[in-house]
């Protein structure tokens, strides 16, 4: 069986961010298991707007929807801001809507924030923009930075932590 292949996006405006090493931690836990794509791009897409759809796409939408297209699986980690995903990534899957991408696809949502309640509102924002993009989420998970300990420069995660990312990515088809 193939390496299944992962895109890994943070939702977080920030480079660095707390969301982009939870994604390089998990990345550096399992990377025996699948191949890891972590990609920042988000921030450098242009402001969507229906109408650039009709002029030659920028490189950096072009390479977007590659990235997304050629992945097995989708892991977002994003942050609230607002009680809702950020800007940024919300931007990112318009520019999806009409090209498809994302039709399918198995997605595991992940919002990591600070401490428990936050978070709460992004899940269902999150949530409802995956369905308008008919993509296949199949589980969510709400983390709470004050859960995790770092350990060189990356998210350690303990048994119980571990156990919830093997059931998710399993379910992800990795």
Same mark, same amino acid.
């Given at each position: 069986?193939?390496?299944?292949?992962?895109?890994?996006?943070? $939702?977080?405006? $920030?480079?660095? !961010?707390?969301?982009?090493? %939870?994604?390089?931690?998990?990345?550096?836990?399992?990377?025996?298991?699948?191949?890891?794509?972590?990609?920042?791009?988000?921030?450098? %897409?242009?402001?969507? #707007?229906?109408?650039?759809?009709?002029?030659?796409?920028?490189?950096?939408?072009?390479?977007?929807?590659?990235?997304?297209?050629? /992945?097995?699986?989708?892991?977002?980690?994003?942050?609230?801001?607002?009680?809702?995903?950020?800007?940024?990534?919300?931007? $990112?899957?318009?520019? %999806?809507?009409?090209?498809?991408?994302?039709?399918?696809?198995?997605?595991?949502?992940?919002?990591?924030?600070?401490?428990?309640?936050? $978070?709460?509102?992004?899940?269902? !924002?999150?949530?409802? !923009?995956?369905?308008?993009?008919?993509?296949?989420?199949?589980?969510?998970?709400?983390?709470?930075?004050?859960?995790? #300990?770092?350990?060189?420069?990356?998210? /350690?995660?303990?048994?119980? #932590?571990?156990?919830?990312?093997?059931?998710?990515?399993?379910? %992800?088809?990795?």
């Amino acid at each position: 069986m193939p390496i299944k292949k992962i895109y890994a996006i943070s $939702g977080s405006a $920030g480079v660095p !961010s707390s969301n982009r090493k %939870l994604l390089e931690s998990l990345a550096h836990h399992y990377k025996k298991y699948c191949e890891w794509h972590l990609d920042d791009c988000l921030t450098k %897409l242009p402001l969507y #707007q229906p109408s650039l759809e009709e002029r030659p796409l920028s490189e950096h939408v072009v390479n977007w929807r590659k990235g997304c297209n050629h /992945a097995d699986a989708i892991i977002i980690c994003t942050p609230e801001y607002l009680h809702n995903i950020p800007a940024v990534l919300k931007n $990112g899957m318009e520019w %999806l809507k009409s090209s498809g991408e994302w039709m399918n696809k198995r997605v595991l949502p992940i919002t990591f924030t600070p401490h428990h309640p936050r $978070g709460e509102h992004a899940m269902p !924002s999150l949530r409802n !923009s995956l369905i308008a993009l008919k993509a296949n989420p199949v589980v969510e998970l709400n983390l709470y930075k004050s859960d995790f #300990q770092e350990e060189n420069g990356l998210y /350690a995660f303990n048994e119980d #932590q571990c156990m919830v990312f093997d059931t998710a990515l399993e379910l %992800l088809g990795v």
